[in-house]
């Protein structure tokens, strides 16, 4: 509910174009030829580079990235405006505003940066003709695309957040920080759990740095789960250090604060990375069925083409999800308590301070926690359920060692995720009880991670392995 001194708008009225009412007609009928000649086109030309083998090249790999940023560029704007010629309905609400300008800013950078990877790519193929294969391999081209999308996403958050806080300000009794109260620690405990929390942390960042070294040093470790492993290993550095470096100068200082465009990207980032691991655990399910269940054609099915594709969808739908949570969450009001009894901005912590109605918001958290937890949940469920029919189809010893070998670390991982998940969301609990909420999010936005490279590193003998030869071989050189 909006307070009485705020006279803040709801909606925006778009003028639309400078044309007089005869001209109306003619306008839209080009602009529609236009619009549906643009989304043709560039949906042709994914098509045909899609099925001709003979275009699977750099050049029109990054073309059919550049014509689905056309579409999507165009589709951003020009319904609306070809909605509002027809109809005298001109209005835009206020998230409707904001999504249409992170969207139009997201894909106008997506557009300027692979301009500049298609010159790189130009330039490599005429000065280096020679290495150009060697150069442009497909690993630099997915990573320069994603590397294209993030950036871009990251970029438009920015905008966005400052927008909607500029949008807040005028004539609206709005905090502009929060205060997060920490841990629920004793003053003499501070030291402890600072030294307790550094050393899970720096544990965190090693531990899987180390992991992704070892899968990009050993060839042996070039396949596709190991593959999706070293994202989840990235993904658990970027997860922790969210939240991990303002609570551990939190415990040292007396300044609590975070400002409310530190506390809104907070929560994206921790919605956007919390998503993309549930994600990336439901790929490593689904690679782990098909080795099991389909063991002649695994290297067909699991292609790198498609090993690519399920993390940068993956990637996609975190970043969609998370700027939604993200959003709704900037649209809202908070002009009474600012204290918040948590450690980072948690979300549901969030919305309980705020003094608007966030009816749609927690509709949005039930919506979307189906969609990214519960859904990947049960895929994962039906992935090992296929997995354990496989088994016990043909029942002896050395096949299901094989298979506890090559699924026991993902199982323990996913144990850990979605255990902590279900209980603190799942089963929340009532406001006397708000500290066993922090402690739970603690272990699994700090221990979680923390633990998975020990699991795949003690339990899976290729990484032993590939730790063993690296050891060995700057043994030998010293």
Not at 90 to 117: E, H, K, M, N, T
């Amino acid at each position: 509910m909006r307070r009485e001194n705020q006279s803040s708008v709801s909606e925006f009225l778009l003028l639309g174009l400078p044309i007089r009412p005869e001209q109306r007609g003619v306008v839209f009928a080009l602009s529609l030829g236009v619009y549906l000649t643009t989304v043709l086109g560039n949906l042709l030309i994914i098509l045909l580079i899609r099925l001709d083998s003979r275009l699977h090249t750099p050049m029109y790999f990054l073309l059919s990235h550049l014509a689905l940023t056309d579409v999507s560029f165009s589709s951003v704007i020009v319904p609306k405006m070809l909605m509002n010629m027809q109809t005298q309905h001109l209005s835009i609400s206020y998230p409707g505003c904001i999504s249409q300008i992170y969207f139009y800013l997201f894909f106008g950078c997506v557009d300027s940066l692979l301009l500049a990877v298609m010159a790189y790519d130009r330039y490599v193929a005429i000065c280096h003709a020679l290495h150009y294969t060697t150069i442009m391999r497909e690993g630099l081209c997915v990573l320069l695309v994603a590397g294209s999308w993030i950036l871009s996403c990251g970029s438009a958050l920015l905008h966005t957040l400052l927008l909607a806080q500029v949008m807040r300000r005028e004539n609206q009794s709005s905090v502009s920080e929060f205060l997060l109260l920490g841990l629920p620690i004793r003053p003499e405990q501070r030291g402890m759990v600072f030294a307790l929390s550094l050393g899970v942390y720096l544990t965190t960042v090693l531990g899987n740095l180390l992991i992704i070294l070892l899968i990009r040093l050993d060839s042996r470790l070039h396949t596709p789960m190991y593959f999706f492993l070293s994202h989840l290993a990235l993904t658990d550095v970027s997860f922790s250090s969210v939240t991990a470096p303002k609570m551990l100068v939190n415990t040292q200082t007396q300044n609590h604060s975070i400002s409310y465009a530190g506390c809104i990207s907070q929560v994206y980032f921790f919605l956007m990375l919390g998503c993309l691991d549930s994600f990336l655990l439901t790929s490593m399910a689904y690679d782990r069925y098909v080795a099991i269940c389909h063991p002649l054609h695994y290297m067909t099915i699991m292609s790198q083409s498609l090993c690519f594709l399920l993390v940068i969808v993956s990637w996609v739908l975190s970043s969609a999800s998370a700027i939604l949570h993200t959003l709704l969450l900037a649209r809202l009001s908070f002009c009474g308590d600012n204290a918040l009894p948590h450690f980072f901005c948690d979300l549901s912590t969030l919305l309980k301070l705020s003094s608007s109605d966030t009816t749609v918001n927690e509709l949005f958290i039930l919506t979307v926690g189906v969609l990214v937890i519960t859904l990947p949940l049960l895929c994962i469920l039906v992935s090992y359920g296929r997995i354990g029919a496989t088994i016990l189809r043909v029942p002896s010893t050395k096949g299901i060692c094989k298979a506890l070998s090559t699924c026991g670390s993902h199982l323990s991982v996913v144990s850990l995720y979605y255990g902590t998940i279900i209980g603190l969301y799942f089963f929340p609990s009532d406001d006397s009880s708000n500290d066993k909420d922090v402690i739970v999010a603690l272990l699994y936005t700090l221990v979680t991670p923390m633990l998975n490279p020990f699991i795949y590193s003690l339990r899976n003998r290729d990484m032993k392995g590939a730790l063993g030869n690296i050891l060995g071989r700057r043994s030998f050189s010293y």
